[in-house]
């Protein structure tokens, strides 16, 4: 059967251009059609890897959650740009034609492309999560009439998103090109934690970070060599001491999370409850989360004026090298001890400063939870054996 004969089963026109030998079709489509066509029940396909299954490419395997979490943050946005979807096909010339128009730029021309039907399966390569995404927020809001789901469904019929056909049938070759793109360097998660305001836990994060003393000039969230360039070209201080993820969620526990974070999602829920129930009894969410911001400052604070290390960095008479070397809570986890002591203050209603006082007579150095025996082996010739009781009021034999 003629090419003019067959059925289409989509056209479009678009730039076609190449990346070596990789020829490649990109043009832009309404996010709704996007949703309603170019999805896993229509136009396009995808499976999971096998290694015994040389015929299709395969994809890594679903998560719920993530689709979910981009789900939730298309509907939500007021800017829902999700980036570049990547589909694969073999140029089967008996089903697929092209037809050449202008050079708009150097290798780049206007192409009107027609895929009939019976043309080879068109495989996702990269961007499975946001097209499961895309598909599940509009038919979760196409049909709204009012509330947030109306103005998330206009929102959605103002966008578009950028696809990239691939002109490659050679299924190990869509692997490879998937593994490439689905392997470049992961955000650092307190990168991450402060760049980020799409979640509660971040928010209120960002918002201790800024304001504790304990994290002033302190958090990191770049590599070293980054953050001293950075405070090099500011002229402020800084010394690295810990995680603005270890931060984030410290500042989370002590706003009354506590040890329930075993997961981001679980962090996120409690917190989202917590706020919501101020804003039962008058501010906004925003300004909610600022007051528990706030407290959640003024005892970090506290605790940066009372706990062993933190003292003397507060005081300026010992620097953050010299901590991280000699006490324990030098370490995020330390950090998060502490912030989890706080918590449990609170939800039991005791004094913070008690608590605070009683965590102060926990020797918190290095060396006070070493043994006399290790000591001795490991002392310097230089140093009076008498120390070894001073330095370890906890230790045994």
Known sequence: MALGQRPIRVERIGFMSRSGKLRKISWTEPMRSMAELWNFESLIDRSNYNLNDHGRPGQRDISESQIKKITDGIRTSERPY??????????????????KGVEVMPGVFLVKITIYEGAPIIWSVDGQYRVMAVTRCWSSVK????????????????????????LEGDHDILADLFITMASTKPISPSLIAVMDKSSTPNRLGQ???RRATLFEGRATYLA????????????DAFEALYPAAAARSAASAVAGVGVRDRSSEIRDTHLDAIVQARTAVGPSGDEALALIGDEVVELLDLAHERMPGWREIAEG????????????????????????????????KVPVPEVLDALVEIPCR???LQTVAWARVH?????????DNRS??????
């Open 82 to 99: 999700i980036g570049t979807l990547v589909v694969g096909m073999e140029y089967d010339i008996e089903f697929v034609k092209i037809e």
């Open 143 to 166: 049909d709204a009439v009012e509330g947030d789901a109306l103005s998330a469904r206009r929102v959605i019929e103002e966008s578009a998103v950028e696809p990239t056909l691939l």
């Open 207 to 209: 918002h201790v970070i």
């Open 224 to 235: 070293s060599a980054a953050h001293k360039e950075l405070a090099k070209e500011t002229g």
């Open 317 to 348: 008479t010992i620097s953050v090298t010299e901590f991280r070397q000699q006490y324990l809570h030098s370490a995020a986890a330390g950090l998060h001890v502490i912030a989890n002591c706080i918590a449990a203050a609170r939800i039991a």
């Open 366 to 368: 290095r060396d006070a």
């Open 379 to 387: 002392r310097s010739p230089t140093r009076p054996s008498s120390r």
């Open 392 to 397: 370890c009021p906890s230790a045994t034999t």
